[in-house]
T-cell receptor, first 116, second 115 residues
Framework: GAGVSQSPSNKVTEKGKDVELRCDPI?????LYWYRQSLGQGLEFLIY????????KSGLPSDRFSAERTGGSVSTLTIQRTQQEDSAVYLC??????????????FGNGTRLTVT | AQKITQTQPGMFVQEKEAVTLDCTYD???????LFWYKQPSSGEMIFLIY??????QNATEGRYSLNFQKARKSANLVISASQLGDSAMYFC????????????FGTGTQLKVEL
């Protein structure tokens, strides 16, 4: 597709369950980012992938959060044992020229996660 | 300390008027980039404009311009001839060369354009 694709668009889960969120970046984009946006807040960096390099996991809030990127393309963000404070919109973004400060991030429409 | 500060939680502007959304930043990295994004109520994040720390001229993209004052560490977004469709949340963001490629976002400014 032409843009960053995320699925599902909405996810409601019970506290304590695991969830997987998927991101399909723009074809050819080498860098992939996950951000979290809580209601009415700015964007909180979670994790960044660049090619085959080790990901930058510095924004992951706890060890319940993990992400992988297979084949340098699709990425999955996994949240284990979900808590109510995990409720947020999870945004994925990709960029074409990682390492270049002028390369904008192109965002998907996000996955709205609600933990009940 | 906050890396990106947006001090206006909400702004109103009349249609066809110009509006300035404030953004100040904090970095010791000599090489960095500043970005503005628009987020309408639909939730998508739309890239608007970019300014590099070494750029001599202020960036412009159509009705958007960036008033870059490096010594003051400010990067205000100016929207000229406001339209109803400009009503949205606007985020300022920064990428530092030595910051691992992530964009750090401000808390945003909610802009409402009125008739």
């Amino acid at each position: 597709g032409a843009g960053v694709s995320q699925s599902p668009s909405n996810k409601v889960t019970e506290k304590g369950k695991d969830v997987e969120l998927r991101c399909d970046p723009i074809s050819g984009h080498t860098a992939l980012y996950w951000y979290r946006q809580s209601l009415g807040q700015g964007l909180e960096f979670l994790i960044y992938f660049q090619g085959n390099s080790a990901p930058d996991k510095s924004g992951l809030p706890s060890d319940r959060f993990s992400a992988e990127r297979t084949g340098g393309s699709v990425s999955t963000l996994t949240i284990q044992r979900t808590q109510q404070e995990d409720s947020a919109v999870y945004l994925c973004a990709s960029s074409s020229r990682a390492g270049m400060s002028d390369s904008p991030l192109h965002f998907g429409n996000g996955t709205r996660l609600t933990v009940t | 300390a906050q890396k990106i500060t947006q001090t206006q939680p909400g702004m109103f502007v009349q249609e066809k008027e110009a509006v300035t959304l404030d953004c100040t930043y904090d970095t010791s990295d000599p090489s960095y980039g500043l970005f503005w994004y628009k987020q309408p109520s639909s939730g998508e994040m739309i890239f608007l404009i970019y300014q590099g720390s070494y750029d001599q001229q202020n960036a412009t993209e159509g009705r958007y311009s960036l008033n870059f004052q490096k010594a003051r560490k400010s990067a205000n977004l100016v929207i000229s001839a406001s339209q109803l469709g400009d009503s949205a949340m606007y985020f300022c963001a920064m990428r530092e060369e030595g910051g691992g490629n992530k964009l750090t976002f401000g808390t945003g400014t909610q802009l409402k354009v009125e008739l």
